[in-house]
């Protein structure tokens, strides 16, 4: 697999070669890569792109996965940040997840980046869980701030159709989750990161000052992305490809010197549909003028007099021609994005 990710890389390079500002080991378990073979395509990335010396180059990794011995490797290859499953530092949610790993590995995993010398990292927390109190979100939370994490997300649990926990709350063997628990306790986390000095700069991500995650950024800022391997997408500003799924036929094809890939080419509604989604996450919100000189007055206007209803309700604050959510409104964001959607 790493010999056909390098030839992707190769097959999707152009003459004036792209700028990299962050590299992103994710989907899956990147972790498993060897530390030669993330060498190699961090090698690979270098011959064909244009890598910034200050790139953000982010590995995925699970508790269970992170070894002393695996943080200096991965180190000594090139990765100077690590984005860590924590979930929960309770046993019980853990298990009803059916996570891999242990409270015991969700606490020291930390300590043992840091000691690595990987200050900058992000973990992941989920809330909303059936049994998970009130307190022992706090506690949760309070935990991971302690632990010194310079950058949380976090993230209702949900059930994905089709999927053996989906079965098993079907078959009532599990309970199902709680949206006005959910809301509560997103609510009481937004509290909780503002007291503790962290930046709400995303719908389920917050940093300390400087510690945003720049890849993530990206996508949240509509900017161009190369995606590599099975599964992976990309986006030139216009079109959005996704390579297949099946590794077999994924290999095959790049053999043949083929990228297989699907492509849709998005529509000006498409693409200020995307905008109105992506700029309602963030702290920097939707900027009207932007609207306008991108796309056109009249979709600003519709904007500007759809959101009004939403303004009487505070989920929403106009200032300055952006449009930001307020915390309750940020509960109803998917449904007031649809709201001001272009039809």
């Given at each position: 697999?790493?010999?056909?990710?390098?030839?992707?890389?190769?097959?999707?390079?152009?003459?004036?070669?792209?700028?990299?500002?962050?590299?992103?080991?994710?989907?899956?378990?990147?972790?498993?890569?060897?530390?030669?073979?993330?060498?190699?395509?961090l090698?690979?990335?270098?011959?064909n792109?244009?890598?910034?010396?200050?790139?953000?180059?982010?590995l995925?990794?699970?508790?269970d996965?992170?070894?002393?011995?695996?943080?200096?490797?991965?180190?000594?290859?090139?990765?100077?940040?690590?984005?860590?499953?924590i979930?929960?530092?309770?046993?019980q949610?853990?298990?009803?997840?059916?996570?891999?790993?242990?409270?015991?590995?969700a606490?020291?995993?930390?300590?043992?980046?840091?000691?690595?010398?990987?200050?900058?990292?992000?973990?992941?927390?989920?809330?909303g869980?059936?049994?998970?109190?009130?307190?022992?979100?706090?506690?949760?939370?309070?935990?991971?701030?302690?632990?010194?994490?310079?950058?949380?997300?976090?993230?209702a649990?949900?059930?994905e159709?089709?999927?053996?926990?989906q079965k098993?709350?079907?078959?009532?063997k599990?309970?199902?989750?709680?949206?006005?628990?959910?809301?509560?306790?997103?609510?009481?986390?937004?509290?909780?990161?503002?007291?503790?000095?962290?930046?709400?700069?995303?719908?389920?991500?917050?940093?300390?000052?400087?510690?945003?995650?720049?890849?993530?950024s990206?996508?949240?800022?509509?900017?161009?992305?190369?995606?590599?391997?099975?599964s992976a997408?990309?986006?030139?500003?216009?079109?959005?490809?996704?390579?297949v799924?099946?590794?077999?036929?994924?290999?095959a094809?790049?053999?043949?010197?083929?990228?297989?890939?699907?492509?849709?080419?998005?529509?000006?509604?498409?693409?200020?549909?995307?905008?109105?989604?992506t700029?309602?996450?963030?702290?920097?919100?939707?900027?009207l003028?932007?609207v306008?000189?991108?796309f056109?007055?009249e979709d600003?206007?519709?904007?500007?007099?759809?959101?009004?209803?939403?303004?009487?309700?505070?989920?929403?604050?106009?200032?300055?021609?952006?449009?930001?959510l307020?915390?309750?409104?940020?509960?109803?964001?998917?449904?007031?994005?649809?709201?001001l959607?272009?039809?």
């Amino acid at each position: 697999m790493t010999a056909a990710l390098i030839k992707e890389l190769a097959l999707a390079s152009t003459h004036e070669k792209e700028p990299v500002e962050t590299i992103y080991f994710g989907g899956g378990t990147p972790s498993l890569f060897s530390g030669s073979a993330i060498k190699e395509l961090l090698d690979a990335i270098k011959n064909n792109y244009v890598q910034y010396d200050d790139a953000e180059i982010t590995l995925e990794a699970n508790p269970d996965d992170i070894t002393p011995e695996k943080l200096l490797i991965w180190k000594a290859a090139g990765i100077n940040r690590l984005s860590i499953g924590i979930q929960s530092f309770k046993q019980q949610d853990l298990q009803w997840m059916n996570r891999a790993h242990n409270t015991s590995q969700a606490s020291t995993c930390i300590t043992l980046a840091k000691d690595a010398g990987f200050e900058n990292f992000s973990a992941d927390l989920i809330y909303g869980t059936p049994g998970l109190s009130d307190e022992e979100w706090k506690t949760n939370v309070e935990q991971l701030v302690s632990l010194g994490a310079p950058h949380i997300a976090c993230y209702a649990l949900t059930v994905e159709p089709n999927t053996a926990l989906q079965k098993m709350i079907l078959l009532k063997k599990k309970a199902a989750p709680n949206s006005d628990q959910q809301a509560r306790q997103y609510l009481l986390l937004l509290k909780w990161m503002r007291d503790f000095g962290y930046e709400h700069y995303e719908i389920s991500n917050f940093a300390r000052p400087g510690c945003r995650s720049r890849h993530n950024s990206s996508y949240w800022q509509g900017r161009k992305y190369i995606g590599i391997g099975p599964s992976a997408h990309s986006y030139d500003g216009i079109a959005r490809k996704w390579n297949v799924s099946n590794n077999a036929l994924y290999i095959a094809s790049i053999n043949n010197n083929i990228i297989p890939y699907e492509e849709e080419k998005l529509t000006p509604v498409q693409r200020l549909n995307e905008y109105i989604m992506t700029s309602l996450r963030t702290i920097d919100g939707l900027d009207l003028r932007f609207v306008e000189n991108t796309f056109s007055w009249e979709d600003s206007d519709k904007i500007r007099h759809a959101v009004k209803e939403y303004d009487e309700r505070q989920w929403i604050i106009l200032s300055n021609d952006t449009l930001v959510l307020t915390d309750e409104g940020k509960l109803f964001a998917d449904g007031i994005a649809a709201r001001l959607f272009s039809l």
